[in-house]
């Protein structure tokens, strides 16, 4: 059973930074890994990023693919994402997810989910 509690939304305007944080419960965060996706109005969840449970193996959707990075302490049992560069467009409730898999991009193959937190930015 892994709880999971995310942090750091705000709002912001087009080309600030925000850095999520998503806290774990459990002693075996360091074997799940872990993915952020966020969900806007009227749209589906979507992948935004993921890293395996070594932190060995990362990726990203395109559409943030150099201004996101996606990290975690296993010692803080927290993953983090940072976020810079922020575009209107990235609006969205932000979630965080943990699966067994090595490594996922679907929304479906996650067991555990955080209750998300609020990214709005102003153009």
């Known amino acids: 059973q892994v709880q999971l509690v995310e942090s750091g939304g705000g709002l912001v305007q087009a080309g600030d930074s925000l850095r999520l944080s998503c806290a774990a419960s459990?002693?075996?965060?360091?074997?799940?890994?872990m993915g952020w996706f966020r969900q806007a109005p009227g749209k589906e969840r979507e992948f935004v990023a993921v890293?395996?449970?070594?932190?060995?193996?990362?990726q990203y959707t395109n559409s943030v693919k150099g201004r996101f990075t996606i990290s975690r302490d296993n010692a803080k049992n927290t993953v983090y994402l940072q976020m810079n560069n922020l575009k209107p467009e990235d609006t969205a409730v932000y979630y965080c997810?943990?699966?067994?898999?090595?490594?996922?991009?679907?929304?479906?193959?996650?067991?555990?989910w955080g209750q998300g937190t609020q990214v709005t930015v102003s153009s």
């Open positions: 997810a943990a699966t067994l898999a090595y490594i996922e991009l679907r929304v479906d193959e996650y067991r555990y």
């Open positions: 459990g002693r075996t965060f360091s074997s799940y890994t």
């Open positions: 890293m395996s449970w070594s932190g060995a193996t990362i």
